[in-house]
Structure formats: structure tokens, C-alpha cells
């Protein structure tokens, strides 16, 4: 969870990067994991390579360390995707908000974590749809 909240808070610092600037290792781990990514946009979070793509009419996004070890993986999904227990929720603390966005986000370690976003924040829950955090935008 410390990871995912680490790479979450450094997703304001991003620069985008062209992908001849990218690491070797990083492109090769990327295209031999994502052979059939679409529209590939890089940036730099610190130590850390993000590429945004898709797949198939799928966003996602891919977090690399700068030997091509994948820190995480946000794939997007449709809100009706999400744990139920979410929209318990979403009901009783953000009455009449619409989910705008969701995700599954999987860490390196291979925990699961979901996102969920609503007017000017991403709700952060558990694998199981319990509340972990507000993050404002």
C-alpha cells in the first residue's frame, strides 16, 4: 500500500518524456508485457517511467523502475466493474456523485487496489472495496 501511495503522490511531478529517452531496458520490458499498445505516451516520475497506451479500446498505464521491473499496472474498467461494496460507499458518503472513471491498480507485489473517480477526487479502495484514502486533483 505504501507503494501505490508513494507512485500515486508523484503523479503531479510527471514530465513527459519521448520514447527515445526512455531506458532500453524499460522499452524492451514494455513492448515484450504490452506487444499490442497503442498510442504510447511516456513520462518521467522521478526514478520511475510511466507509459499511458491502449489496448484493444482499453486505457491503461504502467509504472517501470529504471531496469524495466513493472511497479504497477492500472488497467481502466467500468464502474459497474468495481467492488460492490464501493457503491455502499459512494451512497453513503458522496450522495447523488456520479464514478467518472475507475480503475484496478496492481502493485508489484501483486495487490489490488481500486480507484474511483468522482468530481475532483480519486477514492482509493481495497481489493475488496473497502475505503483507504481521498485523494484531492
Known amino acids: 500500500m505504501l507503494l501505490v501511495a508513494v507512485l500515486m ?9 519521448e520514447e527515445r529517452n526512455i531506458p532500453q531496458a524499460v522499452k524492451t520490458a514494455f513492448q515484450k508485457a504490452f506487444p499490442d499498445a497503442k ?10 517511467f510511466e507509459a499511458n497506451f ?3 479500446e482499453t486505457d ?3 509504472i517501470f523502475d529504471a531496469n524495466g521491473n ?4 492500472e488497467v481502466e474498467i467500468e464502474p459497474h466493474q468495481l467492488p460492490q461494496n464501493i457503491a455502499h460507499y459512494l451512497a ?3 450522495k447523488g456523485q456520479k464514478i467518472k472513471e475507475a ?4 502493485d508489484a507485489k ?28
Open 9 to 17: 503522490s508523484t503523479l503531479t511531478y510527471a514530465q513527459k518524456m
Open 39 to 48: 498510442e504510447v505516451k511516456w513520462e518521467k516520475e522521478n526514478s520511475f
Open 54 to 56: 491502449e489496448v484493444n
Open 60 to 62: 491503461y498505464s504502467v
Open 70 to 73: 513493472i511497479m504497477e499496472t
Open 92 to 94: 453513503q458518503h458522496y
Open 103 to 106: 480503475a484496478k491498480i496492481t
Open 110 to 137: 501483486g495487490v489490488v487496489t481500486y480507484e474511483a473517480e468522482i468530481k475532483d477526487k480519486d477514492l482509493i479502495f481495497d481489493e475488496k472495496g473497502n475505503f483507504i484514502k481521498e485523494i484531492k486533483k
